[in-house]
Every structure is written in C-alpha cells, then in structure tokens.
C-alpha cells in the first residue's frame, strides 16, 4: 500500500465520518453509524472484533426564547439542558459570594461575571473536577433556581473555540439553562427583579453508543494499545477532532492485515471524549481493571492532521529504550515533531494507570483549540490527508520495533 493510496482512502474515510453522517454525538444515529462503519471496516483486516456497549442519553432541541415585557434576548440552548416553559422573577449573581447569598428558589438566575469564566465540569466528570466548580453545581442545586441563564465568553481550555460557551452541559444536572454573550447578560441584568418567560424545547432521549475494540496477534498478552476518540461534539462535523484519528487507526489496521507477532496489538474507537460523562472511557476503564499493567506502550491519537504545522508526538512514562526507540522511528519522518506534554485527551487513561503512553496532536495546538475545536469550522479541508497517510506509515514500523523489543 503506498502512502498516496492511503492519503486517497484517508479522504473517504473522513469524508463518510464528517460528511455523509450528520453527527458523531454521542446516542445520535450519526455515532451509531460511525462505530458500524469503524467496526466493519476494520474487521475486513482480520481483527477480532468486539463492542461493548452503554447506555446513554441523545438529546434534541428546538431553540429558546427569553423575554421580558415583549423585548427578546438572544440565547443558546445549553447541550443536554431539559426543556421548561416559566414566567419568574430574575436575579443576577456575578460571584461566588453572590450565589451563596442569593434567594433564588423558584426564579430565574441569571450567572455572569466571575461566576461564568469557566466551563463547569459536569456533575459525575470522573477525571478532573476542581473543587470551585464543584461548590457551583453544589449551591445551585440546593438553591434550586427555576431555570438558569449563563451569559459567558470563551474557555479555551475547556471548551475550544465556542464563544459564547455553554456553562454547563450535563445530561446529569436537571436544572434547565441556556446561555448567551457577555453583552447580552449585561443587558438582562438590567432588569434584575422583573419577570422573565423563558420558554427551552429540548428533550433527553435515553439511548446506547459503544466502544469498538479490534485486537491481533500477541500471544502472551503484553499489548500495544491504541486509542482515536470517534465522538464528537454536537454541531461540528469533528474532522481534526477527531477524525482524523479514527481514519489514521483505520489506515494502520490495513498495514496490519498481514501482521503475526507476539506484541498484541488493540485498536479503539473511544467514544465519549467529548460526551459529558465519558461514557466510552469508563466503560473501557471497568473491562480493564487490574489489566493494564499488560499494556506495554497506550498510543492517543487526538487532533491530528491540520493542513498547517506539523505533527507533533509527546511521550509519557516510557522507559529510556523505548523512548529512544519510538525517536528513531520517528526521526525518518521530517513532518513529525517532538511536542510539548499536553493532558486534555484518552491519554489520560494510560497515565492514570502510569502506563508509558505516546500521543499524537497537531503543533498548531493552540490555534486549533482558540479558532476551530468543537465548531462548525472543523470540516475535512483544513486536513492533509498525507499527514495522516504519513502517521499510520510510521506506527506501523513503530510496532514491529515495540515486537522485536518484547520479543
Ligand atoms: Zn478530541
């Protein structure tokens, strides 16, 4: 297979990922349809295939509206909110002090200010959940406000791109809310003490989604372990992310058609990277309890792919022969750079088990996630398939040097 034949059947995997499917959300058709067309591909190169499954919730919308006295507010529906239809008075709170204070059963709260500069975690997020967002959704559920109205900016490091950002998006937190610009929420407080109707038609839809895991070769269980994340957010098509990474597995799959070594090698399709509650990778977690220390390297890939920059790996935990081992492979790829540690993806997972891992990103990480991650400008054009071509090309080698080290 030569890399311009991979780079062609890496555009028409993302093309069926980004495209054809409308959505990879988590308990959508779309997911539904990705990890089918992931498992049935992959399977077609002689893996043994499994997808264990979970439940989970799917969830629609139809917009909001918020008015006061016949004037209308712009907002934005927070993902996984439930509906609600109120008239209730409005109180705004910009602290934490203000929130603790406030008397705000049965009306409608409106948070802005300090309060809303970061995206909270949702409610049962298993791996990382600092204390102050915690004490948030604490008081707000004991204070049980009607409905909640976040005017917020952007969070970078939590939420990408998206500007305004959702405050809270947590299919586990029933208190309904939506959002809208910093602007707009200085405008609204306006009328603090004033009756609001604030009408949101959006509905949970319990559902499943699962994880697909293909495995080969390995007789003495000591694996390789390589995750892509094929979730996406809602309202983006996910190419960089991540696509991409789900393609990239696909390609190495094919290189492996022929593959018979002792190394045992495990391929996931992650699904809930970007799902509130990480379904996909507690459920992984759960099946590989008191089992990691079998994975002898775990391999991430996340955001892999931009048109611009080059590829970047950074390497976690790995002794000092299979680091130089995985910088020599790489050293014959010139687009492949060393980057900096980077811990917002399924990477965790292998730490959190202090398991050598490797993951791979874009070095224009920080454009990608201020200008791109989880919009609608995520689209199969800012990728070059050659990068993706030229990653599977390099794991490949990569794991026949990890065979012949275990070996
Ligand atoms: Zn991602």
Redesign the pocket.
Known sequence: MTSMNLSEKAEKYLQYLCLEIPTRRVGSAGNQAATDFFAKNIGAFGFQIECPSFDCIDWNQNGAQLTIDGISFETFVSPYTLGCNESKPLVAVTTLEELEMAEVAGKILLMHGDLTQEQLMPKNFPFYNPDHHRRIIELLELKKPQAIVAATTQDVSLAGAVSPFPLIEDGDFDIPSVYMTEDEGKGLAGYAGREVSLKIRAQRIPSTGCNVLARKGGQNHRRVVLFA?IDAKDGTPGAI??ATGVVILLLLAELLADYSGQLGIEIVALNG??YYAASGEKLYLSLNEGKFTEIVLGINL??VGYHQGHTAYSLYNCPPNLESLVHENFALHQDMVQGEPWYQ?DHGLFLLHERPALAFTSDQFTELWTEIAHTSKDTPEIVDPAKLAEVAIALRKLLDSVDELIA
Do not use: A, M, R, Y
């Open positions: 994340h992310d991540n990277e970007d996340d955001g993806s």
